[in-house]
């Protein structure tokens, strides 16, 4: 019979806690694929609409449209927000991976009513004075 040293056992910890961590985290080379149509039901229903505006744009809450961060920085903020009192954390098993790219799908595929910054003629003369 093989006894397995003391070196040996804390080495099957800590790959056993680094598989545990690797089955949870989100996906970090490749993206989810996100679904619209399902993406914007969930907006809806986790009432993202509320704070954040119907076209994410125009609420009270941050502006998510356009996003301004990548899917799987997105899907980390919302599983731990800076400011848990204001944007309540979206945990798994309620809130899938697939849920959260889902949403910010949609999020892509949304229209912004916002002009482009070189539409901006105020802020093009600031940049301007600025580069001055």
Do not use: W
Request: charged content about 20%.
């Amino acid at each position: 019979m093989t006894r397995i040293r003391p070196v040996g056992l804390a080495l099957l910890a800590i790959g056993a806690l680094f598989v545990g961590v690797q089955a949870t985290a989100p996906q970090r080379g490749s993206d989810l694929i996100g679904d619209i149509d399902s993406g914007e039901v969930l907006f809806k229903e986790y009432t993202c609409h509320g704070c954040h505006g119907s076209t994410a744009e125009n609420g009270l809450g941050t502006r998510l449209n356009p996003p301004r961060m990548r899917q799987a920085r997105f899907i980390q903020y919302l599983r731990n927000p800076t400011n848990p009192e204001r944007m309540p954390p979206y945990q798994q098993p309620e809130v899938s991976d697939q849920k959260l790219a889902d949403i910010y799908a949609f999020l892509q595929s949304l229209p912004s009513a916002s002009p482009d910054v070189e539409d901006i003629p105020v802020l093009q003369a600031i940049l301007g004075e600025l580069r001055n």
